[in-house]
């Protein structure tokens, strides 16, 4: 159920393109939206998509993933275990600014006369690059070519090419070219998903440097102790006569360029911007560092550091490009291609969220925006790790093992919470519960066992048993302990494992008695521990001694999982032959949707939690998840019975919908309601569905318009970890999916269309995939298999 209306950018200002984002023209309506979606980032560190001027700007924000400042979270009324300190994002130094003069009048596109303007986010090579003419009010006329990126190669490092050519006359130009740190005031309305603002400032100055064309800053926030080195350096290539001066401050730092310039000839400006973090270097250190990343850049050049980027760019878009066409046969070849470009949009934003996130997680806006303040959730392993594990399994794996660098602090919070095991924080930063609402936060115990379930499709997509055994056996174990803990058995339930107190992903309905989906959840998790542990000790006897040795593990313990497992209670309600979201779920009185007013979309945002917990109302799919996740566990008709259930509960306030929603409509039957939820995760950002898209763009809807078409589309299943494909198509339809996938150092590329379904192994020793039910062996010797697509009626 989508409630709110989708932006419809203007075709003439935002023509489509399956590789860039266009814009051209300067359009100040969507410059909130734009400073989103034109962001440029690693992983890494980010930037909005901001001009080179700086101004006008909503927000001209510049994110370094995992720098934060904590903050004591103030309760009105305190209580044993409630999160203590909240943990915010900083908005850093901004280096990205370089302003022009002529003639000592600023380019100040508001008021500039543009003869020509295009910007766009080049998605091929990882660029922001932009190409206006500007005439001054004297008459002359200016071209300015620019290209910004942020390096995947190298991860500390920015650049910009910032070109200006005075077309017509002689003229005195000055570039300024800047960094500067202020800090931001923005408080945070009434709207829970934004920042939090800081009234004092954040980042105090620690250290300055200034030589030649050369400025690093330094500083360091009050409370989470961590330091940051921002430094930009430069080389200016003209053959016009030019003065170079520079201007250093604490907050502020300027290489200031003066040239004569003379009609024709071009001004070329090379930017070099590094970010580096520390919780234990010294200011002098780290500035060191960011010196050193400088140094090579000016050895390296601009041209060098972009063919390294575009090299990247290909590498990932050969592993991981979907190509779609005739979608929609009725529709215009003009709506194909903004299909694919919406297609490439998301992947291409998932990529700058994950890419370089070595060591941290993926905050939920990646680096696009301050909302959800930074932070890391649940989204990653459900929602990101399925187009990372088939895609850049080496990415998934650093994010795996992030989680698993927290467990002693999941230990510790388990402790607090009165529980045996690990209990992973529902939101964090820094491996610390951040979750200031417990009954929407902390009460999500699922997120134990989303992580659980993420490492082992993991395990079984690469077939790397040492980071299993090594690091995934441990977290297995402490999970096992908390959901064994939590559980008990229950004889109102005939002696099955309950799990009582608890909120699921629907946040609508919180602190419930067996909600279905963390059930489920809860059972996968202790069977694969279980299995896991009598695995290695049987195969694995020195990893075994290892990890008893570290964990205290005993076999009686394992045998009480495996009992819980297989003894889980999964609510279902025989009379309706539906399974109820939780115990209580269906005895509450349904809510009215169709006589809310849509202005009143999010709910969150205009009802008392105590007015929305008292109705069946959904905030995102539960029930529906759950069916996709564990679709072996239902029947097709126990799909069709929930979906038509649940579905018009589903208010679609949450971003995490739309593509769950559609790969199960597309699964049941229901390929028109399919393909429209299909185009809301699709378009969530590009047409800002959510309305919010100011605060940054929705990461883990972007990882779910891979799902749609992976999982939707193409049918894909992984449920034992063997790739199964059931596609569907309706008759007559021309449509055409052509993707590839990484399956245990191997890739195959899948080819569907009207005549049927293509699979091919272009590197690897070979392995078995399934078609419907037919087992086909790939290998170098028989590399391809065509097998027919079923139509629905067939079905």
Not at 302 to 321: C, G, K, P, T, V
Not at 639 to 649: G, M, T, V
Request: net charge negative; aromatic share 12%.
């Amino acid at each position: 159920m989508i409630h709110h209306e989708r932006v419809k950018p203007p075709p003439h200002i935002y023509p489509p393109d399956e590789w860039n984002l266009i814009e051209k023209q300067f359009h100040p309506p969507f410059l909130e939206m734009t400073e989103s979606i034109f962001a440029i980032g690693n992983g890494y560190f980010g930037m909005r998509g901001c001009g080179e001027e700086g101004v006008p700007a909503v927000q001209n924000g510049t994110f370094v993933n995992g720098f934060y400042e904590s903050w004591p979270i103030v309760y009105g009324e305190e209580a044993y275990g409630f999160a203590r300190t909240g943990q915010t994002i900083v908005n850093v130094t901004n280096s990205n600014k370089i302003k022009l003069y002529v003639d000592d009048e600023p380019l100040y596109l508001p008021n500039a006369n543009l003869l020509n303007y295009d910007r766009r986010l080049n998605m091929k090579s990882a660029t922001l690059d932009r190409e206006i003419v500007w005439e001054t009010p004297s008459g002359k006329q200016v071209r300015i070519k620019s290209r910004r990126l942020v390096s995947f190669s190298h991860r500390h490092l920015g650049a910009i090419s910032y070109e200006v050519t005075v077309l017509n006359a002689e003229a005195p130009i000055v570039l300024s070219s800047e960094m500067l740190y202020l800090h931001d005031h923005q408080k945070r309305n009434s709207d829970p998903r934004q920042a939090k603002g800081f009234l004092d400032r954040t980042l105090h100055p620690r250290k300055q440097i200034a030589k030649d064309q050369r400025i690093v800053l330094c500083h360091g926030t009050e409370n989470s102790n961590m330091t940051l080195a921002c430094g930009m350096d430069h080389d200016l290539a003209t053959d016009c006569a030019y003065t170079i001066q520079d201007k250093c401050y604490e907050d502020f730092g300027a290489i200031v360029f003066s040239i004569d310039a003379k009609p024709g000839i071009p001004v070329r400006l090379f930017k070099y911007m590094t970010y580096h973090t520390t919780h234990t270097a010294s200011p002098e250190g780290l500035c060191a560092r960011a010196e050193r990343t400088l140094d090579r850049a000016l050895g390296q050049g601009f041209a060098l550091i972009l063919d390294d980027q575009e090299q990247f760019m290909s590498d990932f878009w050969s592993r991981s490009d979907i190509q779609v066409s005739n979608l929609d046969p009725t529709r215009t070849k003009r709506s194909n291609i903004e299909i694919q470009q919406a297609i490439r949009f998301n992947l291409f934003h998932v990529l700058q969220a994950s890419g370089r996130a070595d060591t941290t997680g993926v905050p939920a806006k990646g680096l696009t925006g301050q909302a959800y303040e930074g932070q890391y959730f649940w989204d990653t392993e459900i929602y990101l790790l399925p187009f990372l594990i088939y895609t850049s399994p080496r990415v998934a794996k650093n994010l795996l093992m992030f989680r698993y660098r927290m467990l002693d602090k999941a230990r510790k919070w388990a402790r607090e919470l009165s529980q045996k095991g690990a209990m992973f924080p529902w939101r964090t930063i820094n491996g610390e519960e951040a979750s200031a609402y417990y009954a929407a936060g902390t009460a999500q115990y699922h997120i134990n066992a989303d992580i659980m379930y993420a490492l082992k499709k993991y395990v079984q997509a690469t077939g790397d048993e040492e980071f299993l055994n090594d690091y995934g056996a441990e977290m297995l174990i402490e999970t096992a302990r908390l959901w064994s803990d939590l559980g008990f058995f229950s004889d109102d339930k005939k002696g099955k494992f309950c799990i009582h107190g608890v909120t699921g992903p629907d946040e609508y309905n919180t602190v419930v008695n067996n909600n279905t989906y963390t059930n489920l959840m809860a059972r996968e998790n202790l069977l694969y521990a279980a299995s896991t542990i009598e695995s290695l000790r049987e195969k694995n006897p020195d990893a075994f001694a290892a990890l008893t040795s570290k964990t205290g593990i005993e076999m009686e313990e394992v045998k009480d999982w495996r009992r819980a497992g297989e003894n889980m209670h999964i609510p279902y309600n025989e009379e309706r032959e539906i399974h109820p979201q939780d115990d209580a779920f269906l005895q509450k009185e349904r809510w009215d949707l169709k006589n809310i007013p849509p202005e009143n979309y999010p709910l969150l945002l205009f009802y008392h939690p105590l007015v929305i917990y008292r109705y069946q109302v959904i905030k995102q799919a539960d029930i529906i998840l759950a069916m996709f996740l564990f679709g072996e566990s239902f029947s097709l008709e126990q799909k069709k019975r929930n979906f038509d259930y649940y579905d018009p509960l589903t208010t679609g306030d949450s971003s995490l919908s739309s593509c769950i929603q559609s790969i199960v409509a597309s699964e049941i039957g229901y390929p028109d309601l399919a393909t429209e939820y299909a185009r809301a995760a699709l378009l969530m950002d590009l047409a800002d569905i959510g309305g919010n898209v100011k605060d940054g763009c929705h990461i883990a809807s972007m990882g779910g318009t891979w799902m749609v078409l992976v999982y939707g589309m193409a049918g894909m299943r992984d449920f034992d970890g063997i790739l199964t494909f059931r596609p569907r198509r309706l008759p007559a339809q021309p449509a055409r999916i052509r993707f590839p996938l990484t399956y245990r150092g191997q890739i195959l590329d899948i080819d569907m269309g009207p005549e049927g379904a293509k699979y091919s192994l272009r590197e690897g020793k070979g392995f078995m995939i399934r078609h419907e039910e037919e087992e086909i062996n790939l290998s170098p010797e028989t590399p391809v298999a065509i097998r027919p697509i079923v139509t629905w009626q067939s079905r």
